[in-house]
């Protein structure tokens, strides 16, 4: 299985704040990683694909980068509505497709 | 535009089979990959597996053959079947359509169901 390790595992932080959340794959993935935020009690959302996609109607203040096996979300300027738990997903391998651990943020 | 709910016993025992049915309102089955994905209690997301329109199937090895996914185009119902149940099923399951024609990430989700498995 491709292991996929997102840091940190928390994170806290102020309305306002750029916010970068780092996913590692265990080998190579193509750039076919998606992100999602996770509200909860809520199903996830997906905001971006292909590393750097950003899904229709997802706010431009997020942003995805990074290529081979390390990959970046990054919202540049945290709102209310952006405390949550995001998780990467790695779908370059369906034998299986796996996600990291999820990293949440939380009000400073 | 395309909704889709989960529905299923909520409690089940050890042991025995789950079975949960993925409603589509809205559209149809057809030219995309359907997936279920669970989460435990506070932990994080677990791909099961997922079900072209065709009916071809892939499923999430760590199952160990206990997983069928299935398709009721006239009912525009998606099922998953889970046998041998224990503890660790215990989750929040979600069914959700990927991209078109192409089995990647996941646009769509249903809002999960709990499944409970306890005696």
Redesign the interface.
């Known amino acids: 299985d491709i292991q996929m390790t997102q840091s940190p595992s928390t994170l806290s932080a102020s309305v306002g704040d750029r916010v970068t959340i780092t996913c590692r794959a265990s080998q190579r993935i193509n750039d076919l990683l998606a992100w999602y935020q996770q509200r909860p009690g809520k199903a996830p959302m997906l905001l971006i694909y292909e590393a750097s996609t950003l899904e229709s109607g997802v706010p431009s203040r997020f942003s995805g980068s990074g290529s081979g096996t390390e990959f970046t979300l990054t919202i540049s300027s945290l709102q209310p509505d952006d405390f949550a738990t995001y998780y990467c997903q790695q779908y370059n391998s369906f034998s299986p497709s796996t996600f990291g651990q999820g990293t949440k943020v939380e009000i400073k | 535009q395309v909704q889709l709910q989960e529905s299923g016993p909520g409690l089940v025992k050890p042991s025995e089979t789950l079975s949960l049915t993925c409603t589509v309102s809205g559209g149809s089955f057809g030219n995309y990959y359907w997936t279920w994905i669970r989460q435990p209690p506070g932990k994080?997301?677990?791909?099961l597996g997922?079900l072209y329109f065709s009916g071809s199937t892939?499923y999430?090895?760590?199952l160990k053959s206990r997983a069928t996914i299935s398709v009721d185009t006239a009912k525009n119902q998606l099922s998953l079947n889970l046998r041998s149940l224990t503890a660790a099923d215990t989750a929040v399951y979600?069914c959700a359509r990927g991209?078109y024609q192409v089995?990647?990430?996941?646009?769509l989700?249903?809002?999960?169901t709990l499944v409970t498995v306890s005696s």
Not at chain 2, 103 to 107: D, E, G, N, S, V
Not at chain 2, 109 to 112: D, E, I, S, V
């Open positions: 994080g997301l677990e791909w997922s892939q999430n090895p760590s979600y991209k089995l990647a990430y996941f646009q989700w249903g809002q999960g």
